[in-house]
């Protein structure tokens, strides 16, 4: 929160991945919120991600993930679903923020559904990093995200997505080669 304006913190989790929805998080945290394990979710194990996510998910002003199917990814491209996925996030939180920062360089204006108005947003690189709101984003997309493939795991098997979460590693490009591709591969990615 900057000046007792309620900020909400914007990420994604599983743009680079091959099949699997995007999900998107926003999160808005208390003022006087201190968590020092806080940090971009690419730079902590699976984890420490578990263990933050409870501290966020209770501590939180307001939070929410979206999860943007295959299916819409492959019809409007990933980063508009990335971008459509958070601003859904944000109309679903409790309370109204007045400002956005969204990790990354791409961001489209986006309206509070209440009042019509056009909230201010920045976007901010790395910033998942930088800012507590975004990393609690970050965080809290991952764990759904994982949680979510890790059940995809149990009814696609031989993928590996309990490890690799669907992105285009070595296990999961030579399983696509042997087993062909799920109902939840994105069609328009390269596999």
Known sequence: MIEGIPEAGCDEAGRGCLCGPVAC????LPPDFQCEDLNDSKQLSAKKRESLRPIIESRALAWAVVMVEPE???RINILKASIAGMQRA????TIRPKHI???GNRFSP?????TFMDIP???VVKGDGKYMSIAAAS??????RDELMTRYNEIYP???WDRNAGYPTKEHREAISRLGITPIHRKTFRM
């Open 25 to 28: 998080a926003a999160v808005i």
């Open 72 to 74: 819409e990814i492959d």
């Open 90 to 93: 944000l109309d679903q939180l």
């Open 101 to 103: 920062i969204v990790d």
């Open 110 to 114: 986006y309206r509070d559904p209440e």
């Open 121 to 123: 947003h920045h976007t």
């Open 139 to 144: 965080i809290l997309a991952k764990t759904h």
């Open 158 to 160: 031989g993928y590996g």
